[in-house]
C-alpha cells in the first residue's frame, strides 16, 4: 500500500510536469493542435516548457491555419506591409483579433461597363473571379444575362467585367445558385409572368478560361417549382435547397438534397424530412460552416412575418436533419430580425450577414456576426468603417477564397422620392468589397 501511495504521490505530483517535459517538443507541439483553444491555454500553465511552447508565433500561426485556414493566412501575410514577413507577425495577437473581429471596412470597386442594376440575382465567387446571373429589374422585368468579373488584387479597387455569350437558364429572378466542387449549380427562380420554375442548370469553366451552361439532368423526381428559396453547397457532390414561394405564392418549408454524379453528368433529387424542421419562409438564406453543417437564418414566415431564428442542417454520415440553434433571450433580437439579406462564409467559419429588411420593409445597412463554431454562440454587431453602403435589400454577396474579403452586388436601395417615383425605391448596379478589420 505504501509502494502503491508513493507512486501515485509522484505521477500526480512534481513528477507529472516532469513526464510532459519529457515529451519532446515536435510531438507536443502536434498534441496542441488537437486540442481547442481553451484547453491549450490551461494546458500552457503546466509548466515553463509549456508556457513557453504556448507562446511561440509558430504555434499560433499553426492554429490561425487551422481554426481559419491557410487561405486566410496567406491574405494576412500578403496583407501584412512589405517589411514585414511571416516570421515578425504577432500571431497570438492576430488571432485573438480575428477570433474577436468587431469591425469592417467598406470601399467602391470601380468599372467602366458592367452588368445593369438589378436585384435578387445571384453572385458567386467561382474559379478566382465573380460569376452573376439574371435577376430581377425596374418594371418587374427579369434577366438572362450571365457576367464574370475578373477582380484580381482587391487593393487596385478596380474590377473588370466581361458578358458571356452563351445559351443558359432563361431569364429569372429569386433563384438560386451555389459553388459546388468545380462547377456551378442553378436551380428556380420566377419569371415577370410570375412563373416558378424547377429546372436545374450547371456551369463549367472550359480550356479556354470561359464559362458555359448547359441543363442537368436530373430524372423524374425534382422539387416543386419556386424562387425565394435558399440553397448552398454541403460538399463537393451535394447541394441543399429550402423552402422559397411555390405555385400560388404559398410559402414553402421543405427541405431538398441534390446528389451530382462523379463525373457532373447528372445529379438525382431526394427530399428530406425531419422533425423538428424550420417554418415555411422565403428570402432567407442558407449557409454552409463545414464540419458537415449549413446555418439557416431569417426569411418571411407564412404570415408575412419576419423572422430571426437560426437553425443548422447536419449531413454529417448518417445524418440529415435539421437542429435548432436557441441563444439566451437578447434585446437586438428585433434588430436581427430580417428578409432578403446576405449571409456568407467568412474566415474561421463564422457568417457575415448584412442588410435585408424588416417587417415594414425598411431596408438596412448593418453588419452583424454570427458564431457557433467550437461550442460558441455568438451574434455580435460589427462597425463599418470607410465607404458607408447603402441600405439594401434582396441583394448578392459572396467572399473570396481567404474569407477576408467579401463582394457585393446591386439589391433594393432607398432611393430619393420623385414625382414620377412614389415608391422611393430603386434597383442598385454597384460593387462594393468588405474587408475584415484584423
Not at 516548457?49 to 492554429?63: A, E, G, P, V
Not at 472550359?206 to 419556386?226: D, K, M, Y
Request: hydrophobic fraction near 35%.
Amino acid at each position: 500500500m505504501a509502494a502503491s501511495g508513493t507512486s501515485t504521490d509522484r505521477i500526480n505530483g512534481d513528477d507529472a510536469s516532469s513526464l510532459i517535459t519529457d515529451i519532446s517538443h515536435d510531438h507536443l507541439f502536434s498534441i496542441l493542435l488537437l486540442l481547442p483553444l481553451e484547453s491549450i491555454l490551461s494546458f500552457a500553465m503546466t509548466c515553463k516548457k509549456t508556457i513557453t511552447l504556448t507562446r511561440s508565433h509558430t504555434l499560433w500561426k499553426s492554429l490561425c491555419a487551422r481554426d481559419w485556414g491557410h487561405s486566410t493566412v496567406d491574405t494576412i501575410i500578403t496583407a501584412s506591409s512589405p517589411s514585414s514577413s511571416s516570421s515578425s507577425l504577432d500571431w497570438n495577437r492576430l488571432y485573438q483579433r480575428l477570433r474577436n473581429l468587431d469591425r469592417v471596412s467598406c470601399f467602391e470597386l470601380t468599372d467602366t461597363f458592367g452588368p445593369s442594376p438589378r436585384a435578387s440575382h445571384s453572385l458567386n465567387f467561382f474559379s478566382g473571379c465573380l460569376l452573376l446571373f439574371g435577376g430581377g429589374c425596374e418594371g418587374g422585368r427579369h434577366l438572362d444575362d450571365t457576367w464574370i468579373a475578373y477582380v484580381g488584387d482587391s487593393y487596385k479597387r478596380t474590377v473588370t467585367w466581361q458578358r458571356i455569350i452563351s445559351g443558359g437558364p432563361s431569364g429569372r429572378f429569386g433563384h438560386s445558385c451555389a459553388v459546388i466542387g468545380n462547377c456551378l449549380v442553378l436551380f428556380g427562380g420566377i419569371n415577370d409572368s410570375g412563373m416558378r420554375q424547377n429546372d436545374t442548370w450547371i456551369a463549367q469553366e472550359e480550356n479556354n478560361s470561359t464559362f458555359s451552361w448547359r441543363l442537368l439532368e436530373v430524372g423524374p423526381v425534382a422539387p416543386p417549382p419556386r424562387g425565394a428559396h435558399a440553397c448552398c453547397s454541403i460538399d463537393n457532390r451535394r447541394m441543399l435547397i429550402h423552402g422559397g414561394i411555390g405555385l400560388s405564392g404559398t410559402r414553402l418549408g421543405d427541405t431538398w438534397v441534390l446528389f451530382l454524379s462523379e463525373n457532373l453528368s447528372f445529379g438525382t433529387w431526394h427530399q428530406t424530412v425531419s422533425h423538428p424542421a424550420p417554418s415555411p419562409r422565403s428570402g432567407h438564406t442558407l449557409t454552409s460552416i463545414g464540419e458537415s453543417r449549413t446555418v439557416l437564418f431569417g426569411g418571411r414566415g407564412m404570415g408575412y412575418e419576419v423572422l430571426d431564428d437560426v437553425w443548422y442542417f447536419d449531413s454529417s454520415e448518417g445524418h440529415l436533419g435539421w437542429v435548432a440553434v436557441l441563444f439566451e433571450p437578447m434585446d437586438i433580437a428585433a434588430a436581427l430580425a430580417r428578409v432578403g439579406h446576405s449571409a456568407s462564409l467568412i474566415s474561421g467559419g463564422r457568417v457575415l450577414i448584412y442588410g435585408g429588411e424588416d417587417s415594414y420593409r425598411h431596408r438596412k445597412d448593418d453588419f452583424w456576426l454570427l458564431d457557433i463554431q467550437h461550442g460558441r454562440r455568438v451574434w455580435r454587431r460589427l462597425k463599418c468603417e470607410g465607404y458607408q453602403p447603402r441600405s439594401r435589400s434582396f441583394h448578392r454577396a459572396c467572399a473570396d477564397e481567404s474569407g477576408c474579403y467579401l463582394y457585393v452586388f446591386g439589391g433594393m436601395v432607398d432611393g430619393i422620392l420623385q414625382p414620377a417615383e412614389p415608391s422611393g425605391l430603386r434597383f442598385d448596379g454597384q460593387l462594393f468589397v468588405v474587408e475584415l478589420l484584423i
